[in-house]
C-alpha cells in the first residue's frame, strides 16, 4: 500500500509537471487558436491529475470536479473560443509587450520564486500531493503573467483560465479539493466568465476593428 501511495504521489508530480510545462508553450506560442489548444490540453492533464487524487485518497467528490473540468474546460470552453477566434478572424498575436525569449525568462524566474515560497511550507504537510503546491503556484503566477504580457482579450482570457487551473491544483495539492459546493459555483463563475468575455471580445472587435485591449484607453466618459 505504502509502494502504491508513493507510486501515485510520483505520478501526481508528473502530472503536475506537464501542467507547467504546456504554461510555458502558452507563453511561447503566438497563434491563438494554438493557445486555445493548449489550455485545452492543459485542462486534460488537470483532469488526470485530479482523478488520481480521487483515486489515491478516495474522495469522491474529486471524480465529479474532475468530469467538470473534463466537460467545461477540455471540450465547452475551447469550442466558445475558437469560434470567437474564427468569427475575428484573428490567427496571430503579432504583438506583445514582451518578446517570446524574454517571456520565458521570466517564466523561468517565476517558477523559481514560486518553489522558493513553497519550499518552506511543503515539509510540514502531510498530504500525497504536497509537492504540486509549488507548482500550481508556479501556474497562478504564469498565468497572471500572461494576462498582464499580452494585448489581445482572447490570450488574456486564456491567461485568466491558466491562472484557474492553477487555483484548481492547489485547492487540491493543499487540501485533497475544495467543498463541491464550492467547487460547482468556481465552475459556474468560470464558463459564465468565459461566454461574457467572448460577448466583449466581439463587442471590441465592432467598436475597434481590433482586439488589442490597448484600444479601451482611448474611450472617454
Known amino acids: 500500500m505504502q509502494g502504491l501511495s508513493s507510486i501515485g504521489s510520483q505520478l501526481v508530480d508528473l502530472c503536475s509537471a506537464l ?3 504546456t504554461c ?3 507563453v511561447a506560442q503566438r497563434r491563438l487558436s494554438a493557445c486555445v489548444d493548449l489550455f ?3 485542462s486534460a492533464f488537470l483532469v488526470i491529475t485530479a482523478a488520481l487524487v480521487a483515486y489515491l485518497t478516495g474522495n469522491q467528490h474529486i471524480y ?3 468530469a467538470l473540468t473534463g466537460v467545461i474546460k477540455v471540450i465547452i470552453i475551447p469550442r466558445v ?3 470567437v477566434i474564427d468569427r475575428l478572424n484573428v490567427k496571430r498575436e503579432l504583438v506583445m509587450y514582451i518578446n517570446v525569449p524574454a517571456g520565458l525568462l521570466i517564466c523561468g524566474g517565476l517558477v523559481m520564486l514560486a518553489f522558493f515560497i513553497a519550499q518552506p511550507i511543503i515539509p510540514f504537510g502531510f498530504l500525497l500531493t504536497r509537492d504540486a503546491l509549488a507548482i500550481a503556484l ?3 503566477l504564469i498565468g497572471l503573467f500572461t494576462m498582464i504580457a499580452r494585448q489581445k482579450a482572447v490570450t488574456q482570457l486564456v491567461g485568466f483560465l491558466v ?3 492553477g487555483l484548481f ?6 487540501t485533497y479539493g475544495m467543498p463541491l459546493i464550492v467547487e460547482l459555483g468556481v465552475f459556474f463563475d468560470v464558463l459564465v466568465a468565459t461566454l461574457i468575455a467572448g460577448i466583449y471580445t466581439n463587442r471590441l472587435q465592432d467598436a475597434f476593428d481590433s482586439v488589442d485591449t490597448d484600444r479601451l484607453t482611448v474611450l472617454k466618459e
Open 64 to 66: 465529479i470536479a474532475a
Open 40 to 42: 485545452a490540453l492543459q
Open 81 to 83: 473560443l475558437k469560434k
Open 19 to 21: 501542467l507547467l510545462l
Open 24 to 26: 510555458f508553450a502558452i
Open 163 to 165: 491562472l484557474e487551473n
Open 138 to 140: 508556479a501556474i497562478v
Open 169 to 174: 491544483l492547489g485547492a487540491t495539492a493543499a
